[in-house]
T-cell receptor, first 114, second 112 residues
Framework: GESVGLHLPTLSVQEGDNSIINCAYSNSASDYFIWYKQESGKGPQFIIDIRSNMDKRQGQRVTVLLNKTVKHLSLQIAATQPGDSAVYFCAENAGGTSYGKLTFGQGTILTVHP | EPEVTQTPSHQVTQMGQEVILRCVPISNHLYFYWYRQILGQKVEFLVSFYNNEISEKSEIFDDQFSVERPDGSNFTLKIRSTKLEDSAMYFC??????????FGDGTRLSIL
């Protein structure tokens, strides 16, 4: 039968703007979260991670916020550049005996206009 | 910077044929994974591998699938009798300890 792809959320910003990409996760047992960037024809590229004992973590131009109460994760990109255009995925790991198995979200397409 | 490498980048196979996808994980990593991504969909976990055995596998990873670490550097995914619905990007990943997983650029598998 015909397979139907997901209609990914999209975010379109101007170069220099700040971007915020959101992700809702489902497993309250998840204790480790990662944001990945995927460019066309490439594999997921690690951006930043956060463990459940933190609610904020900063990297270079990126910040991840974790709200365990509402099971929500966000990625903030400061001064977004055209090279940031890609699909962004959040991924969660339930810890325990899951041996690092990651469950990915559906992804958000970020387009940065010069 | 060390990276996960996958070969081939694109594999075209007739339905019913066996296919082997190859990965060279980052050299000091001990945990290995295969994921797949059907076109336009999200990345799905297939299998994790540690200490020369499967740690966990998903429902997708049925008897037609197998993994092997034949030597100290390669990690392979074999699909014994391919089906049309096996067409997807297949990603290998590896990690060290509590560090995040690093992914290769994938093999595009096309089943005709």
């Amino acid at each position: 039968g015909e397979s139907v792809g997901l209609h990914l959320p999209t975010l379109s910003v101007q170069e220099g703007d700040n971007s915020i990409i959101n992700c809702a996760y489902s497993n309250s047992a998840s204790d480790y979260f990662i944001w990945y960037k995927q460019e066309s024809g490439k594999g997921p590229q690690f951006i930043i991670d956060i463990r459940s004992n933190m609610d904020k973590r900063q990297g270079q131009r990126v910040t991840v916020l974790l709200n365990k109460t509402v099971k929500h994760l966000s990625l903030q990109i400061a001064a977004t550049q055209p090279g940031d255009s890609a699909v962004y995925f959040c991924a969660e790991n339930a810890g325990g005996t899951s041996y690092g198995k990651l469950t990915f979200g559906q992804g958000t397409i970020l387009t940065v206009h010069p | 910077e060390p990276e996960v490498t996958q070969t081939p980048s694109h594999q075209v196979t007739q339905m019913g044929q066996e296919v082997i996808l190859r990965c060279v994980p980052i050299s000091n990593h001990l945990y290995f994974y295969w994921y797949r991504q059907i076109l336009g969909q999200k990345v799905e976990f297939l299998v994790s591998f540690y200490n020369n055995e499967i740690s966990e596998k998903s429902e997708i990873f049925d008897d037609q699938f197998s993994v092997e670490r034949p030597d100290g550097s390669n990690f392979t995914l074999k699909i014994r009798s391919t089906k049309l619905e096996d067409s997807a990007m297949y990603f290998c990943a590896s990690r060290e300890g509590a560090q995040p997983q690093h992914f290769g650029d994938g093999t595009r598998l096309s089943i005709l």
